[in-house]
């Protein structure tokens, strides 16, 4: 065997020096407010957004809920509060100034520049508006900024409303990882998205380009899908 054949090697990362851990920090927006996560200031308010009309489905692929009564539900908004991965945050409406979803950075490998965001659980009063959207820029641009070069999406591979938002936001999909996690007793296959800090430059302009006021009419409504955006950038 020859020992000074030479092998391919993936490309050089020059200077690399890692990326920095997310902080309890307040993100603003236009739509939305992200806040470090709090059981006392934002429990009421997410408790009762929880508990909506149609809130009972966001619980099917997460680990976790749905939770009985305010006390469970609080306890665990405390445990989460604290935790450090996962890292979590409130959603509030800018409108009416209260808490409507969580989410949160999580596999968070600073040495290796990759983190993941989930847990998204976002009530009635932000699907399909956008603060939503604002909110997922919010905190893509805020992994970005810390030098992260790999932000990941995962969901069920059965989930179609996650499958079709990460392919919304910009996310590429990679593949599934069949037979990945127990979930509640059922099997989960898992769908894997990412965005590479390659890509975000021109990801970041489609948000800012989507987001902006002049997008949108006297009632509200989008003159230019975000998907029209970030299926060009494909």
């Known amino acids: 065997m020859n020992a000074n054949r030479d ?13 920095k851990l997310p902080a309890r920090v307040v993100l603003q ?44 539900y609080r306890a665990w908004l405390t445990n989460m509060a604290e935790s450090e991965d996962p890292f979590f945050f409130a959603i509030v409406d800018a409108h009416t100034q209260d808490a409507a979803g969580v989410a949160s950075f999580l596999r968070i490998a600073p040495g290796h520049g990759t983190i993941e965001v989930g847990h998204i659980n976002l009530s009635p009063r932000l699907q399909r508006r956008p603060a939503a959207t604002e909110a997922m820029f919010l905190m893509m641009r805020d992994a970005f900024a810390r030098g992260y070069r790999r932000y990941e999406w ?4 059965l989930n179609e409303p996650s499958l079709r938002a990460a392919a919304r936001l910009g996310f590429t999909f990679e593949g599934v990882f069949r037979q990945a996690a127990v979930i509640k007793g059922h099997n989960r296959d898992t769908a894997w998205f990412s965005v590479i800090d390659k890509e975000w430059p021109a990801l970041k302009k489609a948000f800012l380009t989507w987001l902006a006021p002049n997008n949108f009419d006297a009632e509200g409504k989008q003159r230019q899908s975000l998907t029209s955006l970030t299926i060009a950038l494909k």
């Open 29 to 72: 927006g236009r739509f939305c407010r992200i806040e470090p996560l709090s059981a006392e200031h934002h429990g009421d308010a997410l408790w009762g957004a929880m508990n909506l009309p149609g809130a009972e489905h966001n619980w099917t692929y997460l680990p976790y809920g749905p939770f009985a009564e305010t006390a469970s």
């Open 154 to 157: 995962k969901c069920d591979a």
């Open 7 to 19: 092998w391919p090697i993936g490309e050089a990362v020059p200077d690399w020096h890692g990326a």
